[in-house]
């Protein structure tokens, strides 16, 4: 019983580690991925939903919260101009049950 409880901790622990924080850098040195935003769902590799609070952003599910500062988040993202230039593409979506991945390849760049 135990072994089980830790296991759940360890779990919970890590899903919430995962959380999409994100700050958006001014230069492309400065980020972690590069991104681009495409102008159909079906073009992406995510499909993203902003969210207001931070404890909304819930594992690597696509719900997003943009922060202030960079040390707040944990991944740092530089939109790109050019599909090629960037790591995945994104669509943002009107409701949060629309997030998520489209293209699962892509899904560990944001773990």
Do not use: P
């Not at 296991?7 to 924080?21: D, E, G, M, R």
């Not at 939903?49 to 931070?54: A, E, I, L, T, W």
């Amino acid at each position: 019983m135990n072994s089980f409880i830790s296991f759940i901790s360890v779990f919970v622990l890590c899903y919430s580690l995962s959380a999409q924080k994100i700050f958006v850098t001014k230069n492309s040195y400065q980020a972690d991925l590069k991104v681009y935003v495409v102008d159909y769902e079906y073009q992406a590799d995510l499909k993203a939903y902003k969210v207001n609070k931070s404890y909304k952003a819930k594992g690597n599910s696509g719900l997003w919260y943009f922060t202030k500062n960079n040390y707040q988040a944990e991944k740092k993202l530089f939109f790109v101009r050019y599909k090629y230039q960037a790591d995945f593409t994104v669509y943002f979506v009107d409701y949060n049950y629309q997030s998520g991945w489209r293209n699962e390849e892509q899904k560990h760049l944001l773990n």
